[in-house]
């Protein structure tokens, strides 16, 4: 009894403090991926970056927090700042991509155009879970090569002693999953660079580890494996995606859609169907990752049903993989 009420007085400073009409925090970087590519040509890649979004808005509160200003104390140029971060993910994993120099009048190798990037917050009340929706959508060209990069990652946590909680969750972890998940699919489109099954394996090891161990960080060894474009990290990621923690079979799903889910449509559905609540849009985003017709037609079933008028990530995510 005791706790319950500690727990309804922290709920209340929380909510107390949520209605002050300004929360600040801070844009992360994403942690370095656990793999390298192999066989990359070294030869220097320069990309060139274009803002053609339809809101500047990054930070957004909606619902409850639509009249709380969201602040990240370190971030003035989203698209500049997930630019750098695509730059350090490349290097990371091996390939040397650099931004191209705005004053420079020599072509890119590479333009992603950048149409759509936002973190959205969603608080019904102050007893309720802090939602987030990291929503990117974009454009990349490399010769006769083009695709669309969608991307989208939902995570939530009920704060309890303080705003604060919320800083990795969520916004640190989203927006760092985004990161990663664009990474992997401009090299799906444009290089089609691997990871051996050695370090694949390696790979496996360390996410089995990282799971057990119940660590913070379990997700991204998850989100590694989904970008190591080696098929057979699938076994594994549909092994996670049965875990009973949601951040846990959220990533792996996430990482499923990643990898390429081509033959996965009713395996994904089948989660879809099963999972609870909100954690049934990760399924929806790698439905949305096929790109099939299928796929496709899916989406609009569900765009025109309960479940998308009902739940906020449901209807980001739906509109997001419609509008590829």
């Known amino acids: 009894m005791k706790s319950a009420m500690l727990r ?57 927090l639509q009249r709380v200003e969201l602040t990240l104390e370190n971030l003035d140029d989203p698209v500049g700042w997930i630019s750098g971060s695509l730059v350090k993910e490349f290097n990371a994993r091996g390939v040397p991509l650099q931004l191209a ?12 155009t950048v149409r759509k990037y936002q973190l959205i917050n969603h608080r019904a009340s102050g007893f309720s879970a802090w939602e987030s929706y990291n ?12 695709c ?14 303080s705003m604060d909680e919320i800083q990795k969750p969520c916004i640190s972890d989203p927006m760092a999953v985004v990161v990663k998940d664009v990474a992997s699919k401009i090299n799906q489109c444009l290089f089609g660079y691997g990871v051996s099954n050695d370090d694949l394996q390696k790979l496996t090891t360390a996410a089995l580890s990282t799971v057990k161990a119940d660590s913070p960080t379990a997700c991204f060894p998850l989100i590694d494996l989904g970008g190591t474009n080696n098929p057979a990290a699938m076994a594994t990621l549909k092994t996670f995606a049965g875990h009973g923690d ?3 079979h959220n990533c792996a799903v996430s990482a499923i859609g990643t990898l390429g889910a081509q033959k996965e449509f009713e395996y994904l559905v089948g989660k879809f169907e099963t999972f609870a609540a909100n954690d049934r849009v990760m399924p929806l985003k790698a ?6 017709n299928k796929a496709q037609d899916l989406l609009r079933q569900v765009q025109a049903g309960k479940l998308y008028r009902e739940e906020n990530g449901v209807r980001y995510c739906t509109d997001l993989y419609l509008s590829r």
Do not use: E, H
């Open 246 to 248: 949601s951040f846990v």
């Open 135 to 146: 929503v990117f959508l974009g454009q990349v060209t490399m010769g006769s090569k083009s």
């Open 8 to 64: 309804l007085f922290a709920s209340l400073i929380v909510l107390l403090g949520i209605t002050g009409c300004s929360l600040k925090y801070t844009a992360d970087n994403p942690p370095a991926p656990g793999f390298v590519y192999q066989n990359v040509d070294r030869k220097p890649i320069t990309m060139k970056v274009v803002d053609q979004r339809d809101s500047v808005q990054y930070m957004v509160g909606i619902s409850g």
């Open 101 to 112: 120099a705005k004053d420079s009048s020599a072509p890119a190798d590479l333009t992603l």
């Open 287 to 292: 439905i949305g990752d096929i790109g099939s």
């Open 148 to 161: 669309t990069i969608p991307s989208f990652f939902f995570n939530s946590k009920i704060p309890v002693w």
